[in-house]
């Protein structure tokens, strides 16, 4: 079969089905990895034949993703066209002929396109028009399948014409194209989160080097998170204790591979845990996404042990949804997570103990948080933090007032229009006074500064080309201006006053909106 001239395919379903694709519930990360998977099993099914011509050999994946350049708002412009290429086994023969059928399941179900869905309802989910080109290794022909979504509905066609073209039996590739964009494609605004679930979704071959991932030009890779190496909390005079411990679990026809850890520092976006099948994350790519089973991280979010675990999991026997984007044995895995929280129980070191009770010197951390994030300067210009433990709340305050001095020196965005507020706010026994500025450049929808020459001035500038814009007149909508400028006039008090959390914020806001004009 793999040097016969296949001349149609089967893209049998029922034509206008193919309407209803681009409604399924999806995310772009994970429809983009769909054509990963695709390369990545073609490897996998091909490595020895692929490492005997090259020694070594490790498939590439590269996405460019176009952008309407007629959209003068760079964060507005949606995508226009996807192309994928890889330098994997290409799609055989065997395959070839059932692949474009969406409803043909594959032989072999224990890879990465166990379904036969992937790379049909992706194309029609990101565009009405793709071709695939691809060259199996070992074999002749180098074969070509266009689909157009207008064409196929007008005209009922069940079937899709496929061009063959003599090629090198060494030549191995995969080329995908798709336009005429539908609803569902992004805009620039989330390209870099894109890259970064593409990198989670795919961070156990990253990290081994199994395959590579280039994004416009950038090659992916997953930064690991670092782990809390420290003394038991109720041993401290013994040896630091790195908290992780390796899992290797299983139970029937249920296997559970991976790690559960603690973080040395509390971040939102790591906690939780992140559920992969066969290498490949299904759940908790995106942070929203991550798991956190009571019987582990408990009920409460505010718990310091709810902040620090973290965990990667590895499951096999495990059904998951046709996407892949979630498990199906939902009571199953309650009872892994049930079995887990036994191993992490020891008199030597008891996770859950050392997670809820653990203290970094949280002040110096605080400090540390604060001039990161509103530290604006060019880091080449920046003055180092030197923190005392024993005089660190001085220097807290000391660094709060030099950082809402800094001048950045950048080139002002222009000015489109300003609105003044005619009272003055009492902070810590000062008057500050307030300016609302729209500017046309920026990535938040506002941000603070102060001017040189009065430091007690507050300047509010707001980026009028913000997405939350596209849905209000700005110039018009009062109660818009209204709480941007509650909005900064409170988050500018919790820096003041060193109480910078959500909490000080929304008491702030909730006193001064009762006296907002515009």
């Known amino acids: 079969m793999a040097d016969e001239i296949i001349n149609k395919v089967s893209i049998r379903i029922g034509p206008r089905m193919y309407n209803r694709f681009e409604d399924f519930p999806n995310t772009i990360p994970h429809v983009l990895a769909e054509f990963i998977d695709n390369a990545l099993q073609s490897f996998r099914d091909k490595k020895a034949e692929l490492e005997a011509l090259e020694p070594g050999f490790r498939p590439t994946v590269t996405i460019d993703i176009l952008w309407d350049e007629d959209e003068p708002k760079l964060m507005s412009r949606r995508a226009t066209k996807f192309i994928i290429d890889d330098n994997a086994g290409g799609i055989m023969a065997s395959r070839f002929i059932n692949a474009f059928e969406p409803s043909n399941e594959p032989d072999d179900r224990s890879g990465l396109n166990e379904f036969g869905m992937g790379l049909k309802t992706a194309g029609c989910w990101l565009g009405n028009k793709w071709i695939v080109r691809t060259k199996a290794l070992g074999e002749r022909y180098e074969r070509v399948v266009r689909f157009d979504q207008a064409v196929v509905t007008k005209e009922l066609l069940e079937d899709a014409d496929v061009e063959n073209i003599p090629a090198e039996r060494n030549a191995h590739f995969t080329h995908v194209e798709i336009e005429q964009s539908t609803k569902n494609v992004p805009t620039f605004r989330s390209f870099e989160k894109i890259k970064a679930e593409l990198a989670s979704i795919y961070r156990n071959s990253l990290r081994s080097g199994e395959m590579s991932i280039i994004v416009n030009g950038e090659r992916l890779s997953f930064e690991e998170y670092v782990v809390l190496h420290a003394p038991y909390v109720k041993n401290t005079s013994a040896p ?204 938040d929808l506002f941000w603070l500064s102060t001017p040189v020459n009065n430091p007690d001035d507050i300047v509010c500038k707001v980026n009028a080309n913000h997405a939350f814009f596209d849905h209000f007149d700005v110039k018009n909508n009062p109660a818009v201006i209204a709480l941007i400028k509650t909005l900064a006039v409170s988050q500018y008090t919790a820096i003041i006053k060193h109480k910078d959390t959500a909490t000080n914020l929304i008491q702030y806001f909730n006193d001064y909106i009762k006296k907002t004009k515009v």
Do not use: C
């Not at 070191?349 to 050392?354: E, K, L, P």
């Not at 024993?390 to 609105?419: F, G, H, M, N, S």
């Open 240 to 443: 630091a204790l790195t908290w992780r411990r390796d899992i290797h679990f299983k139970f029937g026809q249920y296997k559970a591979n991976g790690f559960i850890a603690i973080l040395k520092d509390i971040d939102s976006s790591k906690n939780g845990l992140v559920l992969s099948r066969r290498g490949r994350v299904i759940v908790g790519a995106e942070h929203e996404s991550r798991v956190f089973p009571k019987v582990l991280f408990g009920a409460s979010p505010s718990t310091f042990r709810y902040k620090r675990l973290f965990g990667e999991l590895d499951l096999e026997g495990f059904d998951v949804t046709f996407n892949k984007n979630d498990f199906l044995n939902k009571d199953d895995l309650e009872v892994l997570f049930d079995s887990l929280a036994k191993e992490l129980k020891s008199k030597k070191g008891d996770f859950f103990v050392q997670a809820d009770d653990y203290r970094r010197e949280e002040r110096v951390n605080m400090a540390r948080k604060f001039v990161a994030k509103h530290d604006k300067s060019p880091k080449a210009k920046r003055t180092p933090v030197v923190i005392d433990t024993e005089e660190v709340e001085e220097r807290i305050k000391a660094e709060a007032e030099r950082v809402a001095t800094i001048q950045v020196p950048e080139p002002e965005p222009r000015v489109l229009y300003k609105y003044e507020l005619p009272d003055y706010y009492q902070i810590d026994g000062k008057s500050h006074y307030l300016k609302v500025v729209f500017v046309e450049d920026g990535e």
